[in-house]
């Protein structure tokens, strides 16, 4: 079998391949994942909105895709490359190959690379463009085509909502505002768990729009990109904040900083899997927490914004977590409704849920 499908990096470097999923080529942000398990929530995760996503575990697609299990309904990932793909899936929940759905949303596959190495190289160099092409681009055609292409700035415009919904609840106990910058169904299925009516509404929606709403909470949510790129979301927070609980997530907490003037940074090659450890500063427990980001509050920019750090990445001492208890707001750079992951956080939607209580109780 002769690859037809090849991968080019800003360095020069080459991995040739074999062809899944959609046709055709691709640039885009190249990122490795290291969960275990998970690939169709990894796949329709709005945070990889124009990545191509490296699975660091050998064998994807195995258990095929399950209709139940989507953290998005139309998937804006980039690019999957995966060392071996099944496209003969074992399970009865399976309701079409990874293949299938990929073609369906125009999403490039490469397999039959040495994902290790490549890996490595990302650790090495860092995360940077990659072109998905076929076997015929000339290294100086690709390298070409990557110095020409940017990747976009647009992702959270891009998977936000684009107007209001309501996800109801039967005798629901709190109505929460969550600000979608492109947040994941399970978050929406935690919240909901919990008692609460969520309304979510666009990325840019207004303070004075959200404060017509009435709610008894506001959620960040995660989403893909640059915190910077989105000035609408985080002049709403600065304005809300105070108001009502705040919890973010993810990108929810990195614009909660920086609605407080504090600052971001780009990560080297971020952090994307399932078994990241977190000390939790406050009780002093390891949570081993799901992750998906590349960018990270610094540390050294928090002094005067009143948030102090609740939370911190044993792998490289990043801020993992942030509380301000004047502002009754707090955020956490991981995932604790998983999806992929595991589940040792999710009591932090009980704090949310306190924080909300505590606001009816002295209204």
């Not at 990874?98 to 369906?104: P, T």
């Not at 995660?222 to 904040?241: A, C, H, M, S």
């Not at 003037?261 to 939790?280: D, E, M």
């Not at 406050?282 to 102090?308: P, W």
Request: proline content about 4%; some cysteine; glycine content about 8%.
């Amino acid at each position: 079998m002769q690859y037809n499908k090849k991968l080019i990096l800003e360095s020069g470097e080459e991995y040739y391949g074999f062809a899944f999923g959609a046709e055709g080529e691709t640039v885009a942000e190249i990122v490795f994942n290291t969960s275990m398990a998970g690939y169709q929530e990894i796949l329709s995760d709005p945070s990889y909105t124009y990545q191509a996503v490296v699975m660091t575990y050998p064998l994807i697609g195995n258990y095929g895709m399950a209709d139940e299990d989507y953290e998005t309904k139309t998937p804006t990932m980039s690019a999957f490359i995966v060392r071996e793909y099944n496209d003969e899936p074992s399970n009865f929940r399976s309701k079409a190959t990874l293949s299938e759905v990929m073609k369906r949303y125009g999403i490039v596959g490469i397999s039959g690379i040495d994902t290790r190495k490549l890996t490595r190289s990302i650790r090495n160099h860092g995360s940077r463009k990659v072109l998905l092409t076929g076997v015929d681009t000339t290294r100086e055609r690709g390298l070409k085509i990557l110095s020409e292409t940017s990747v976009p700035t647009d992702a959270v415009s891009k998977v936000s909502r684009k107007e209001k919904v309501v996800y109801a609840v039967e005798n629901p106990a709190y109505h929460v505002v969550a600000i979608d910058c492109g947040m994941k169904e399970n978050i929406l299925r935690s919240l909901n768990k919990k008692g609460c009516t969520v309304t979510v509404v666009p990325w840019n929606t207004s303070a004075e729009e959200i404060e017509r709403y009435h709610p008894d909470g506001v959620f960040l949510s995660n989403g893909p990109g640059d915190p910077t790129d989105v000035p609408e979301t985080i002049e709403t927070v600065k304005r809300l904040f105070g108001k009502y609980p705040i919890f973010g997530i993810c990108l929810g907490h990195q614009i909660l900083a920086l609605s407080q003037g504090a600052k971001t940074y780009k990560l080297k090659f971020g952090h994307r899997g399932g078994n990241h450890s977190v000390r939790n500063l406050k009780t002093g427990a390891i949570e081993i927490t799901s992750q998906n980001h590349s960018y990270a509050v610094d540390e050294n920019s928090l002094q005067g914004t009143g948030l102090e750090v609740t939370h911190r990445n044993l792998l490289d001492n990043t801020v993992e977590g942030l509380h301000s208890y004047l502002g009754r707001a707090f955020s956490v750079q991981y995932h604790p409704e998983s999806a992929p992951g595991p589940q040792d956080s999710e009591y932090l939607f009980d704090e949310f849920i306190a924080l909300m209580q505590e606001g009816k109780d002295n209204a």
